[in-house]
């Protein structure tokens, strides 16, 4: 059974910069394609980006577009999520995912695992 950890949420001031990471086990983390989503009080799960296990190709919401960056170590089997100039809307828990699919998936129905997310707060 796949499992993802993350970490590395905390309190940060806007504009500030904050990288996120998750460890993945118990499978073939080479064949997953890993996504970050996020969740504020209130709102929906939303997609925030993913990287495809094929080609790595990275996808991104046009929310975080240009100020969120995500890459993956095979070799550790972890992916990070690198948030710049962040803002108070970028407020939220941001969960982890994996999904076997391998093309752009960005519906958290697509995903088979989930970890237990991380809470990000931005301060005006």
């Known amino acids: 059974q796949v499992q993802l950890v993350e970490s590395g949420g905390g309190l940060v001031q806007t504009g500030d910069s904050l990288r996120l990471s998750c460890a993945h086990s118990g499978g073939t983390f080479t064949r997953y394609t890993m996504a970050w989503f996020r969740q504020a009080p209130g709102k929906e799960r939303e997609f925030v980006g993913s990287?495809?296990?094929?080609?790595?190709?990275?996808y991104y919401a046009d929310a975080v577009k240009g100020r969120f960056t995500i890459d993956r170590d095979n070799i550790k089997s972890t992916v990070s999520l690198q948030m710049n100039s962040l803002k108070p809307e970028d407020t939220a828990v941001y969960y982890c995912?994996?999904?076997?699919?391998?093309?752009?998936?960005?519906?958290?129905?697509?995903?088979?695992?989930w970890g237990q997310g991380t809470q990000v707060t931005v301060s005006l």
């Open positions: 995912a994996a999904t076997n699919f391998g093309g752009f998936a960005a519906e958290t129905t697509e995903y088979q695992f």
């Open positions: 990287i495809n296990w094929i080609n790595g190709r990275e």
